[in-house]
């Protein structure tokens, strides 16, 4: 089992409909779960963290986190083009001292 | 100043060239790390410099020679790369070594190894 598991998608989803995105993870001591965006040629960028068991919400983002499933997800509302990109999941595992693991990223297109 | 630098934003180098990657942060940050990302991939964990010092060194070969002049600059010196070495490098900072807390990326340095 890899340590960090995304499925690559692409996932396409019409303009103004939700996007879900789905992420597991091995390490039970997990305590940080982090959704970062990447556009096509650019840095990562941070969209949300979530520490806690449940719902965080954003904007148009809301983070979901089921410790006890190991499985954490990104919602994106009324989705648009723009939110088109590579979303990748980043979990710290613990590897004798914690490291930071990237989910191999979900592609999203959001057609128009 | 919530903003990670990195310079050259593009770097072609042959295979017997020596070049160097630069990153800076002012943020206060006192943990910085290196990571090298291939096309369609995640970005790979190379180095983790916290308060200055390497803490974690991936197995990288030693071609790849990361130095943390102060707390807010961090290099990465090239020397006898390969052409598999082209890739994005990415410097990225959070507060502090953790391991656990939000890491803020730079734009990242483009690389083409001839």
């Known amino acids: 089992q890899k340590e960090v598991e995304q499925n690559s998608g692409p996932l396409s989803v019409p303009e103004g409909a939700i996007a879900s995105l789905n992420c597991t993870y091995s390490?039970?001591?997990?305590?940080?779960f982090f959704w970062y965006r990447q556009y096509s040629g650019k840095s990562p960028e941070l969209i949300m963290f979530i520490y806690s068991n449940g719902d965080k919400e954003d904007g148009r983002f809301t983070a979901q986190l089921n410790k006890a499933s190991q499985y954490v997800s990104l919602l994106i509302r009324d989705s648009q083009p723009s939110d088109s990109a590579t979303y990748l999941c980043?979990?710290?595992?613990?590897?004798?001292?914690?490291?930071?693991?990237f989910g191999a990223g979900t592609r999203l297109f959001v057609k128009a | 100043d919530t903003e990670v630098t990195q310079t050259p934003k593009h770097l072609v180098m042959g295979m017997t060239n020596k070049k160097s990657l630069k990153c800076e942060q002012h943020m206060g940050h006192r943990a910085m790390y290196w990571y090298k990302q291939k096309a369609k991939k995640p970005p790979e964990l190379m180095f983790v410099y916290s308060y200055e010092k390497l803490s974690i060194n991936e197995s990288v070969p030693s071609r790849f020679s990361p130095e943390c002049p102060n707390s807010s600059l961090l290099n990465l010196h090239l020397h006898a790369l390969q052409p598999e070495d082209s890739a994005l490098y990415l410097c990225a900072s959070s507060p502090r070594e953790r391991g656990q807390e939000t890491q803020y990326f730079g734009p990242g340095t483009r690389l083409l190894v001839l």
């Open positions: 390490d039970r001591g997990s305590q940080s």
């Open positions: 980043a979990v710290p595992i613990n590897t004798g001292g914690f490291k930071t693991i």
